[in-house]
Every structure is written in structure tokens, then in C-alpha cells.
């Protein structure tokens, strides 16, 4: 049988076209399934991290605190809401360079999100003995002195807890919140 070839691209043309169309409905879900998935993962993480500063207190408790969000990162974007169900106390949200000097003075929490390791030395060690409650946005942050270290996965948002950091810190935190969080040393 002999096929015009115009006619047989035309048709392939055709059929590909028809294709694609019934395509795009399944890659816009997904990609609405991506998005919806970040919304949730940045949504657990801003309770997880309300929740975690509602159960601290300081040697001289702030009418507000100061939550400083430093580097780049990828769950902070809803910290900025208020969260009025986890905690009593409002929280400000400000973001801050990571070698701010503002960071020893006018914060009483960090949320540190991705930088270098020797930045992240560095930040600890200017924060070291101060009332400065630290999250960092990965785990590996524990180990160098972070106070909690977000666990992030697609279907929840655990925490670990550097029981060291946390004493040098003069930072009371609930004991349920440390029974909550699996327990992280210097060597994990």
C-alpha cells in the first residue's frame, strides 16, 4: 500500500498533537500535586517551629520574639503568618544576613536554612552562651550546634534535639518537646 507521505505526516502530526493534548491535564496535576506537596511540607514546618518555640522560655521571656530567618531556604516562606494556635506569644519574622551583627542582639530564635559549613561554624560559635533558640532547616546542622534540626520528609516534619546545645543555651524547653524529638549527639 502506498501512503502520500504528506498526508502520513499530517496524520502522525495529527495524533501526536491529540496525544499531547490528553497530556497536559495529567502534567498539570502533577505539577499542582508538587506545589501542593511543598504548601503542606512548609505548612508543617512553620507549626513544627511555632510549636517548638511556644514550649521554650527565656531567661528574660520578650513580649514578642524575634524569629530571624538567615540563608537560603526552602520551608520558611509561612513562617511570617501568625500562628496564634501554637503559641500565646507573637512571633516576628525577619530575614538577616548570616554574618549580621544584629543576629546576637535582636533574635531570640533562628531559623538557619542552607549554607556552608564553614559559615555555619562560624554562626554557632558567635552564638554559643547566648539565649538563642536555633532550628536549622537539615539535620546535619545537630551536630555542630544547632538546638533542633528539622527531618523533612514528603509526609511529615519530625525533629531532632541537641540536648548539649540546648543546656549551653540558658533556654528552658518543655520536657514533652524533648521527649518528642529523637536525640541527637555530636557524632550523628
Known amino acids: 500500500m502506498y501512503l502520500n507521505r504528506p498526508v502520513f505526516m499530517r496524520a502522525n502530526r495529527k495524533a501526536l498533537c491529540c496525544t499531547l493534548l490528553a497530556l497536559l491535564p495529567m502534567l498539570a496535576r502533577a505539577e499542582s500535586s508538587d506545589a501542593d506537596s511543598a504548601t503542606l511540607r512548609a505548612t508543617q514546618v512553620a507549626h513544627v517551629v511555632h510549636g517548638i518555640l511556644s514550649y521554650a522560655r527565656w531567661p528574660q521571656q520578650p513580649e514578642a520574639l524575634r524569629l530571624c530567618v538567615i540563608a537560603p531556604t526552602e520551608y520558611a516562606d509561612l513562617l511570617w503568618q501568625n500562628h496564634e494556635l501554637e503559641s500565646s506569644q507573637?512571633?516576628?519574622?525577619?530575614?538577616l544576613l548570616?554574618?549580621?551583627?544584629?543576629?546576637?542582639?535582636?533574635?531570640?530564635?533562628?531559623?538557619?536554612?542552607?549554607?556552608?559549613e564553614s559559615q555555619r561554624v562560624t554562626l554557632f560559635s558567635r552564638l554559643v552562651g547566648k539565649p538563642i533558640l536555633t532550628i536549622s532547616e537539615t539535620s546535619q546542622a545537630c551536630s555542630e550546634g544547632s538546638l533542633f534540626?528539622?527531618?523533612?520528609?514528603?509526609?511529615?516534619?519530625?525533629f531532632k534535639v541537641n540536648l548539649d546545645a540546648v543546656a549551653r543555651s540558658g533556654i528552658r524547653i518543655h520536657p514533652n518537646v524533648l521527649q518528642l524529638g529523637k536525640r541527637a549527639g555530636p557524632h550523628q
Open 149 to 158: 534540626c528539622l527531618d523533612i520528609s514528603d509526609d511529615h516534619v519530625a
Open 90 to 95: 507573637p512571633v516576628q519574622a525577619k530575614r
Open 98 to 116: 548570616v554574618d549580621s551583627p544584629l543576629l546576637a542582639t535582636d533574635c531570640e530564635a533562628v531559623y538557619l536554612g542552607v549554607i556552608e
